[in-house]
C-alpha cells in the first residue's frame, strides 16, 4: 500500500528566512511521482512541484525546491525567502504509475504560518 | 479557460436530503477526479474518469453517491440522503495524461445539518 506522512503539523517561519516542511513516503513500484500542493484558506489545491522517481536532479521551481532522497524515501519541499503569503497548508502527494489510474494519495499536511 | 470550476462553493443541506456538484474540467483534459477532504487531512480519492468512461472508484464511494461525466466534459456527484458525515470539502482535478500535475478547482463545502 501506498502511503505519503508529515510529520510536522504546523511550522512557524520568519519573513524572508528558508523553511523546509518534511515528506515521507512508502510504496513498493519502482516509478512514482512526487507532488506538493499548497492550500490556502480559500480552499483552491495550488500545484507547486513535481519529481518523478527517475529523475536524478532534485526539481526546482522559483522559490521552491524538492529535497529527493529516494533511498531514504523523503521528498522534503524547502520554501526559500518566505514571504507573508505563502501561510497556507502545505500537502505532499504521491502517484504510482502501475495500476493506480493515476490518481493522487496525499499526506495530511503542514500548516505554514509565516511571521513577520 | 482560466482553471477547474466547480458549482456551488458552498452547500448547506438538511439531513436525508440529495444533493449535486458540478465540476468543469480544463477543456483539453481527458482525466478528471473527485476527492472528498475532512478537517484536518489531506484530500481522499473518490472516483476517476477518462473521458466519459468511469474507470475507478474508491471503497469511499458508498452507494449513496454517484458520479457521472456524459459526454467527457464536465461530470456531477450525486450524494443521496445525506448524512452528517458527508459534510467535507468535495474537490474536483483534472489533468491531461497520468504522468502530469493535476490541476484542482476550488472546491464545494457540504455542510448537512
Known amino acids: 500500500a501506498q502511503k505519503i506522512t508529515q510529520t510536522q503539523p504546523g511550522m512557524f517561519v520568519q519573513e524572508k528566512e528558508a523553511v523546509t516542511l518534511d515528506c515521507t513516503y512508502d510504496?513498493?513500484?519502482?516509478?512514482?511521482?512526487l507532488f506538493w500542493y499548497k492550500q490556502p484558506s480559500s480552499g483552491e489545491m495550488i500545484f507547486l512541484i513535481y519529481q518523478g522517481s527517475y529523475d536524478e536532479q532534485n526539481a526546482t521551481e522559483g522559490r521552491y525546491s524538492l529535497n529527493f532522497q529516494k533511498a531514504r524515501k523523503s521528498a522534503n519541499l524547502v520554501i526559500s525567502a518566505s514571504q507573508l503569503g505563502d501561510s497556507a497548508m502545505y500537502f505532499c502527494?504521491?502517484?504510482?504509475?502501475?495500476?493506480?489510474?493515476?490518481?493522487?494519495?496525499f499526506g495530511k499536511g503542514t500548516k505554514l504560518s509565516v511571521k513577520p | 479557460d482560466t482553471g477547474v470550476s466547480q458549482n456551488p462553493r458552498h452547500k448547506i443541506t438538511k439531513r436525508g436530503q440529495n444533493v449535486t456538484f458540478r465540476c468543469d474540467p480544463i477543456?483539453?483534459?481527458?482525466?478528471l477526479y473527485w476527492y472528498r477532504q475532512t478537517l484536518g487531512q489531506g484530500p481522499e480519492f473518490l472516483t476517476y474518469?477518462?473521458?466519459?468512461?468511469?474507470?475507478?472508484k474508491s471503497r469511499l464511494l458508498s452507494d449513496r453517491f454517484s458520479a457521472e461525466r456524459p459526454k467527457g466534459s464536465f461530470s456531477t456527484l450525486e450524494i443521496q440522503r445525506t448524512e452528517q458525515g458527508d459534510s467535507a470539502m468535495y474537490l474536483c482535478?483534472?489533468?491531461?495524461?497520468?504522468?502530469?500535475?493535476?490541476?484542482f478547482g476550488q472546491g464545494t463545502r457540504l455542510t448537512v445539518v
Open positions: 502527494a504521491m502517484r504510482a504509475y502501475r495500476g493506480s489510474q493515476g490518481n493522487l494519495i
Open positions: 510504496t513498493s513500484d519502482q516509478s512514482y511521482g
Open positions: 474518469f477518462q473521458n466519459e468512461a468511469q474507470l475507478e
Open positions: 477543456s483539453e483534459h481527458n482525466r
Open positions: 482535478a483534472s489533468s491531461s495524461d497520468e504522468n502530469t500535475e493535476a490541476f
